[in-house]
Structures are given as structure tokens and as C-alpha cells.
């Protein structure tokens, strides 16, 4: 056990140190493509013919995506080591942060929310803000085509356990795939469809599995996609925080 | 360039990084005298004139700006002697480098950082925070010892931001 242990601790020292080089290491020749390819096309324009415009403008934005998956990774090895830091959290209080977050994407569009009534759970609160950040930013990006928006959030109970949803009625997915959803660097729209990178479902994921929950996806293409998961009690948490702790969960 | 009108001391060791905050500051019309030191050991040795600067007559920096991985000596160690000296104690040290580790945050903080900013990986907002710290410590901001000021930048008016 003790030995275990061990072998726990330096994995985990491992894994610190290979975000922290990732962090340092990596962002940095991402700035000077992304930068450099900005001074290109800012400066000597006029140099460079449409092939070559575009090409500058593939770097760019290429640049652009692997910062954001480098982030999300880094994100992603974060929560990982994260302890939780659970106290009651009224999830309508919370959710109020985040639709004025999203507001600079959402404003410009028509969408009706449905904004249900909402427990008090414990948890982690900057984790469960990203969460619903995710969630809600992704029912926002796949209703961009739609007409009408419907977004809805709303609770339930089954088998005692709360469970909380988001809904759309967006581009929604193939039910047949619904298990490649929360994998890392996993998508199941084209890039040209709809840009992203694949890591904010996977994010969600080991949020709620570190709380110790299930998440689940139910979609039908154009007709939109719901969001379940549900949350353990506070004593079971603690029950499972237990042997975790160190980070390493998977 | 006189060393002894050093304005800012620009602690960098990556070339790109050089050229690219170089850049930010041409178009940010930023026409201040810059030293850059290209590892930690440099920047001391021309902070606390010695060495290859022996010579030069101590003026303090208006504000140094630190990256933290640096050859020989780190950012930290760089920013831990410059507030163990009391020459140097009350400059303003500004940490610009690509992480956002809390514990290399903390670190700072702990050593009387000024500031700490991420190098964002877009350079748009790369350039808009380089012209922010340019306005905000030359021309804002008001540090102990710097009594000649105003010296900022060139045309802050006309940028436009």
C-alpha cells in the first residue's frame, strides 16, 4: 500500500512536471508562428499574392487552435492533480455567471432559455462553473443555424440521484457516436461545420467523474442534443475522495 | 546606446520572443532605450554594472521585464537579487513569460513582484498588453526613484487604442 503510494506520488511529480514544460515550453514557438504569420500578413500584404495570403492565414489560425489545445490540455492535467474544494452550491446562482459570460456570444443571437429550478449540490464550484460553461457554450455554438434556439436547463430525480441537463435544439449528433463525445481531441462535426477542438466535452467528463458522477448524451442530427449528469451526495463523495486524492484517477 | 539611458531592461533569452516584443513596441510607437540581457547572469551583471559593464554609471531601469526560464540563472534568482540589493530593491519588475503556473505566480509575488503577465499566443493581444505595460509604467504609474518621467511613449495619443 505504502509502496503504492509511492508509485502515486512520482507519477503525479511526473505529470506536474511535464504540464509545467508543456506550459513554458510548447506556447512558446505557438506564439512565434502565430505571431510572426500576423506580421506577414499585417506588413507585407502587398508582397503576397492570394495563395500565399492564404496560406499565411492557415498558420494562422492553426496557431490559434493549437494554443487553445494546448490550454485545454493543460486545463485538463490542472483539474486532474486539482484537489475539490466541495461546498453547497446553488447551481441557479451559479448558472447566473455564467450566461453573463456567455453573454458576448449570446447577445447578438435570438435564444430562449429555459432556465429550470435547481438544487443546491455539493461540489466544487470553479469546476462545476466550467462545466456548465462548456455545456452551454456548445448549445450556443450548435444552434447557430437555428431559426429559433431553444436552450433549457432544467433538473430531475432518478433512482434518488439528481440529475441535471442541458438541452438544445441544435445540429445535434448521431445517438450511434454518442460514446465518442467525451473523449479527448474527439468531434463529431467537421471543422469547416463547426470549429472547436475536442476537449471541452472531454473536460466536463473528468469533472464529473472526479465528483464522482456519470454523464451521459442523447442527440439526433438537426434536431439537438441533451446533457445529463447527475451528482453523488455529499457523503458518498466523501467515501470516494478518499482513496483519490492524489489526482491520478484514471 | 548609452547604457547609462537604459529606460528598460528586457530580460529575454529566445530570439523570436526578442523580435516579436520588439515588434509589438515599434507598433505600438514605443521609442524607448531598451538593454536586452539574454540570460539571467547578463542581466544582473548589467543591472549591478559589473563585469562586461563594469564601467557603466548605475541608473536604475525605469521597469525591467523578466521572462522566468532563462540560461544560467533563472527569472526568480533574477528577481530575487534585485530585491536584495538596495540599489535595485524598489524597481519595478515586471514578469512577461508563457506560463501561468500558480506556483511560479505565487513565487513571485512572494519576491515583490510589480506585475506578472502571461504571454498570450495571439499577438494581437500580445502587442495590446506590451502597449499597455508601456503606458501604464513609463507614463501612469508613479515608482520610487524615477524623477525624470514623461519620457514615455512617443505618440501614445495617436495609437488609437
Not at chain 1, 460514446?179 to 474527439?186: A, E, N, P, V
Request: charged share 25%; hydrophobic share 40%.
Amino acid at each position: 500500500m505504502a509502496n503504492r503510494n509511492s508509485e502515486l506520488i512520482e507519477a503525479n511529480r511526473e505529470l506536474e512536471s511535464f504540464s509545467y514544460s508543456v506550459s513554458h515550453d510548447l506556447r512558446a514557438p505557438l506564439r512565434h508562428l502565430g505571431g510572426f504569420s500576423k506580421l506577414l500578413h499585417d506588413e507585407y500584404n502587398d508582397l503576397l499574392d492570394d495563395t500565399a495570403q492564404h496560406y499565411v492565414q492557415i498558420i494562422q489560425n492553426d496557431a490559434k487552435n493549437m494554443g487553445e489545445l494546448v490550454d485545454g490540455l493543460l486545463n485538463m492535467g490542472r483539474i486532474g492533480r486539482q484537489q475539490l474544494g466541495c461546498k453547497p452550491v446553488d447551481l441557479n446562482l451559479l448558472l447566473e455567471g455564467v450566461l453573463r459570460d456567455l453573454e458576448s456570444e449570446s447577445a447578438q443571437r435570438h435564444i430562449e432559455w429555459q432556465i429550470g429550478k435547481l438544487p443546491v449540490v455539493e461540489c466544487d464550484s470553479s469546476l462545476m462553473k466550467q462545466v456548465f460553461t462548456n455545456l452551454l457554450a456548445n448549445s450556443v455554438k450548435y444552434t447557430r443555424n437555428c431559426n429559433h434556439a431553444v436552450i433549457e436547463v432544467g433538473q430531475f430525480t432518478s433512482d434518488g440521484r439528481v440529475v441535471i441537463f442541458v438541452r438544445d435544439n441544435g445540429a445535434g449528433f448521431e445517438q450511434q457516436y454518442a460514446h465518442k463525445l467525451f473523449g479527448m481531441f474527439q468531434r463529431l462535426h467537421r471543422a469547416d461545420e463547426f470549429e472547436g477542438t475536442g476537449v471541452g466535452l472531454a473536460t466536463v467528463h473528468r469533472i464529473i467523474q472526479k465528483h464522482g458522477g456519470r454523464i451521459w448524451a442523447e442527440g439526433e442530427v438537426d434536431k439537438g442534443a441533451t446533457f445529463f449528469f447527475d451528482l453523488t451526495t455529499s457523503e458518498e463523495l466523501h467515501e470516494k475522495a478518499r482513496p483519490i486524492g492524489m489526482g491520478a484517477s484514471q | 546606446m548609452r547604457h547609462d539611458e537604459i529606460e528598460i531592461l528586457y530580460v529575454e533569452d529566445d530570439p523570436s520572443d526578442v523580435e516579436l516584443t520588439m515588434a509589438a513596441m515599434r507598433r505600438s510607437k514605443m521609442a524607448n532605450t531598451i538593454y536586452i540581457a539574454r540570460d539571467g547572469a547578463e542581466a544582473l551583471d548589467f543591472l549591478f554594472c559589473r563585469g562586461p559593464h563594469a564601467a557603466r554609471e548605475y541608473v536604475s531601469p525605469k521597469f525591467v521585464l523578466l521572462d522566468l526560464k532563462l540560461p544560467k540563472i533563472g527569472g526568480i534568482d533574477v528577481l530575487r537579487a534585485i530585491r536584495n540589493d538596495p540599489r535595485t530593491e524598489l524597481v519595478p519588475v515586471i514578469v512577461l513569460t508563457s506560463s501561468n503556473e500558480q506556483r511560479d505566480i505565487i513565487e513571485t509575488y512572494k519576491l515583490r513582484v510589480n506585475s506578472y503577465v502571461q504571454k498570450p499566443v495571439d499577438f494581437e493581444k500580445f502587442q495590446q498588453i506590451v502597449q499597455q505595460l508601456g503606458l501604464y509604467w513609463l507614463i501612469v504609474n508613479q515608482s520610487p526613484g524615477t524623477t525624470t518621467s514623461q519620457t514615455g511613449l512617443a505618440s501614445s495619443a495617436s495609437t488609437g487604442r
